[in-house]
């Protein structure tokens, strides 16, 4: 059975409306929550745009730029995001592997996220 319209845009409206912060993984969390996420950082509140159909998909992109500050020792290789219900443990809401790895591996290489490069969308 699929989603209506309605249903599409009330998932993505309610998911990401407040409160959700963007986690870095080394790997992939799966749908269960299992990845190995980044230690020794604070995980950063983003923001989204009103869902809206682009083609066939309901969809809300970052809205504003998220920096994560330089990290002594560097983040490690990050393969993967994940947008979370809170700052700290919480809920993992989406997930996606980036199209390319970021690799920081000293404290002068801050992660960034331009505002429109983190997509979420339900179909």
């Known amino acids: 059975m ?3 319209t309605y249903l599409q845009h009330k998932t993505l409206a309610d998911a990401l409306g ?3 912060y963007l986690a870095l993984y080394r790997n992939s969390p799966g749908d269960d929550d299992e990845g190995d ?6 995980r950063l509140p ?3 745009t009103t869902p ?3 083609k066939a998909l309901m ?7 998220v920096t994560f500050p330089t990290k002594s ?5 990050i393969t993967h995001v994940g947008l979370r219900d809170a700052e700290t443990g919480g809920n993992l809401l989406y997930y996606a592997q980036l199209k390319r790895a970021i690799r920081s591996t000293n404290d002068k290489t801050a992660v960034e ?4 490069e983190l997509k979420v969308s339900e179909d």
């Open 2 to 4: 699929g989603k209506s």
């Open 18 to 20: 407040s409160n959700v």
């Open 37 to 42: 996420e980044v230690t020794g950082y604070t």
């Open 46 to 48: 983003v923001t989204f």
């Open 52 to 54: 809206s159909r682009k």
């Open 59 to 65: 969809m809300c992109e970052n809205s504003n730029t």
């Open 73 to 77: 020792g560097g983040y490690g290789t």
């Open 113 to 116: 996220f331009l505002a429109g």
